[in-house]
């Protein structure tokens, strides 16, 4: 199953800050086309030790810029004031920070402005060694979107399973054969499935009692899955699966959960 080309997660370009109604992504744009549009719901990552401190929005403007767009030049002047922007003490040097290498930058205006701090520069090397701690932003539209109910309503939603299994309804069930499901999905969300206290995820991979490493693979690229009512993702068993540039947001009790994989 696949859907429009549409980047389903980028990073910060640079910092954002509570009372922003405009922030800074990287080049969002697929092919020339933006993908993003209004109305489409945003997810700023917790930049804090909390990690309740994500952030829901809505676009109600959204375009392609470049870097010397006078609003990006601003937002990158407040950078060496980390989170205490506002104040009038710097926390940070230039020195500290890389500098944004990209041509262009998406430029995305909010609903409403943001309540929180999100980080939008990558620290220098240390030591030869870096690790890159801008916030993530993840889009929860597809144009292509698998939903359960509401979870407000009930928290048994489905969920698609991808099985490997011993199957007995032939013809001799002396003589089963095994069957191997795969799943390939693309630019598609999930929504409001899995099932409460068990591993029926919004989408599982489960290789059944008795049967061998299945042999198929899988790919899943650019897909979203939010607010299952379990994992996000439960692998069991099998091995050959390509997970790619997706998100996956508000789980319980967790996003991903692999085991004897």
Known sequence: MHGVPKKTWTKLATNAYSGDNVIFTEDVSIDGEVGWAIGDELVLASSTFERDDWEKVTITGVAVVGTNDSDFVSAR?????????????????AADFVTYTGTYVTKVSLSAPLTKYHIGTQMTPQQGKSIDTRAAVG???????????????????????????????????????????????????????????????????????????????????????????????YVNGYTDISFTNNFVFNSAPHNYYVTGS
């Open 77 to 93: 002047a407040r950078e060496e004031y980390g989170a205490s922007y506002g104040s009038s003490s710097q926390v940070s040097a």
């Open 139 to 233: 889009n929860l539209n597809k144009n292509v979107v698998i939903e359960g109910y509401d979870k407000t309503n009930t928290n048994w939603n489905g969920n698609i399973l991808v099985a490997a299994f011993i199957d007995y309804s032939v013809a001799d069930p002396t003589n089963p054969e095994t069957r191997e499901g795969f799943c390939n999905l693309s630019h598609v969300a999930i929504r409001n499935c899995g099932q409460l206290e068990s591993t029926k995820a919004a989408l599982r991979y489960e290789k059944g009692v008795g049967t061998g490493t299945p042999t198929v693979s899988s790919v899943i690229d650019e897909v979203v899955i939010s607010d299952s009512d379990t994992y996000g993702i």
